[in-house]
């Protein structure tokens, strides 16, 4: 059974809404509003508070078509511009906006039957994978353009006198590698980095503290707790 907090959910979202562009809609659609704001506020109540705080993204949830899941190219188009509209906020913060924003869609496909179907709900999974790998993969842009203010990329000369950079990347294991992440699901990740050829003509940083101070700086971004929340725990 519901709380007796719970009730008022929907009325605080509603009250924080932007009216003019609300009422239309509602309007318009007032079956898909209460499907919204039953997984939003019940089902899922937490939602509300971050309904409350941004109403703008229950009038993209109204406009939005759930039918379909978002494609991968998608869903990396929708981060690219959300990072780009949410000046006020710095990019850890945004990184977090939009997680949040994504996950109520995802919620509300998840809690209506007739947008998936029991048969489908492992596409649900999918798309709690896929938003993760988005948001790991920005975050780790994000860690590497903080740390090259401190420090130079390693890097090193080949035999042809070209050069070449170290690479780094991040392994998804568990049910984040296999795509079935779920709602509470931790992130098992693995570190991977190039080491120097034997004998090469290193430059830039010392791999070893580059590398470990990259690793540091992507963990903090991913797991801190701010005023949006966290991205994941690791």
């Known amino acids: 059974p519901a709380k007796k907090g719970d009730l008022w959910q ?3 979202v509603l009250d ?5 562009q ?3 809609r509602a309007a318009a659609d007032p079956a898909k509003l209460s499907t919204i704001l039953y997984a939003l506020c019940g089902v899922a109540p937490f939602f509300a508070n971050i309904l409350a705080r941004h109403p703008e993204h229950l009038i993209a949830l109204l406009d ?3 039918t379909v899941p978002r494609s991968p190219e998608d869903l990396r188009s929708q ?3 959300s990072m780009g509209e949410l000046r006020e906020s710095d990019d850890a913060e945004r990184l977090r906006v939009f997680k949040y924003r994504e996950l109520a869609r995802i919620t509300v496909r998840d809690c209506s039957d007739h947008l998936v179907p029991l048969p489908r709900s492992a596409e649900t999974l999918r798309e709690l994978s896929e938003l993760a790998d988005a948001l790991l993969e920005r975050a780790l842009l994000l860690a590497e353009a903080r740390i090259a203010t401190q420090l130079e990329p390693p890097a090193y000369v080949d035999d042809e006198g070209t050069t070449r950079p170290l690479r780094f990347c991040i392994l998804g ?3 984040l590698g296999a795509g079935e992440l779920n709602y509470s699901s931790d992130v098992d990740l693995v570190y991977v980095c190039d080491a120097l050829p034997n004998g090469a003509d290193a430059r830039g940083s010392s791999p070893m503290i580059y590398f470990d101070k990259l690793a540091q700086e992507f963990g903090s971004i991913v797991a801190a707790s701010l005023q949006e929340g966290f991205l994941y725990r690791v």
């Open 10 to 12: 929907p009325v605080k």
């Open 173 to 175: 294991l568990g049910k």
């Open 16 to 20: 924080e809404a932007l009216p003019n």
């Open 79 to 81: 981060l690219e511009q």
């Open 22 to 24: 609300l009422i239309p």
């Open 64 to 66: 939005d078509d759930l």
